[in-house]
């Protein structure tokens, strides 16, 4: 069973140009997590999707970030216009109902994004 | 805010001893706690997770949970190498689906 899906798995743009990240969940998943990780603030949680509904997206850092999840297979995170600061690794997780939060989350193997 | 904390490391331990490694959160009304392990260049993944106070046992790993403390720790015994990782702590804050992640502790199992 294949687990989650990113793309790209590295990218490299230069500031003020549009970012997009990928993801595919693990099919049959109902949540879908996006996540950025730094040296500095370590994992933070952006947003979270339960049957591709956004529940929260508290943790999204300003307005150049949105999110999408058109479909229960897919889902997207735009950065526009990136920033250097936004260098991190972004990862996306699922898992299998979204009814609790003890449900254990699954990683994708993630995007490093360097914004020059 | 919310907060987990973890001592960042690197704590070293010889091959084959036991490492601890403790985190602390500091909403009381959490209710489950998950150990990932992450390799350099890796994503995360689940080690364990603990809901009751107490021990969890699998393998060569116990979670140590003990809600009024509010503390929870993860014992590896007979550390190997391949057990060299940043270890992160994960607490849902109660009532939602937002983990809150420790920052992480880097472990070096010296061969």
Same mark, same amino acid.
């Given at each position: 069973?294949? +687990? ?7 990218e490299?743009?230069?500031? @003020? ?6 993801? !595919?969940?693990?099919s ?5 997590f996006?996540?950025r990780?730094?040296?500095?603030? @370590?994992?933070?949680l ?7 509904v ?6 999204m ?6 999110? !999408?999840?058109?479909n ?8 526009? &216009? ?13 898992? &299998?109902? +979204? ?8 990683? +994708? &193997? +993630?995007?490093r994004?360097?914004?020059? | ?7 960042? #490391?690197?704590l070293s ?15 009381? #009304? ?10 350099? #260049?890796?994503?995360?993944e689940?080690?364990m997770?603990?809901?009751?106070? #107490? ?6 790993f ?22 060299s990782?940043?270890?992160l ?23």
């Amino acid at each position: 069973d294949a +687990g989650v899906i990113q793309s790209p798995r590295h990218e490299v743009t230069e500031m @003020g140009q549009e970012v997009t990240l990928r993801c !595919k969940p693990i099919s049959g998943h109902n949540s879908l997590f996006w996540y950025r990780q730094t040296m500095m603030r @370590g994992l933070e949680l952006l947003i979270y999707f339960n049957n591709n509904v956004p529940i929260d997206d508290s943790g999204m850092p300003e307005d150049r970030f949105s999110a !999408k999840m058109p479909n229960a297979s897919f889902s997207t995170l735009k950065i526009q &216009p990136s920033e250097p600061r936004d260098s991190a690794v972004y990862f996306c997780a699922s898992n &299998p109902f +979204g009814d609790s939060p003890q449900e254990t989350q699954y990683f +994708g &193997p +993630g995007t490093r994004l360097l914004v020059l | 805010q919310k907060e987990v904390e973890q001592n960042s #490391g690197p704590l070293s331990v010889p091959e084959g001893a036991i490492a601890s490694l403790n985190c602390t959160y500091s909403d009381r #009304g959490s209710q489950s706690f998950f150990w990932y392990r992450q390799y350099s #260049g890796k994503s995360p993944e689940l080690i364990m997770f603990i809901y009751s106070n #107490g021990d969890k046992e699998d393998g060569r790993f116990t979670a140590q949970l003990n809600k009024a403390s509010q503390y929870v720790s993860l014992l590896i015994r007979d550390s190997q190498p391949s057990d060299s990782a940043t270890y992160l702590c994960a607490v849902p804050t109660s009532g939602t689906y937002k983990y809150i992640f420790g920052t992480g502790t880097r472990l070096k199992v010296l061969a």
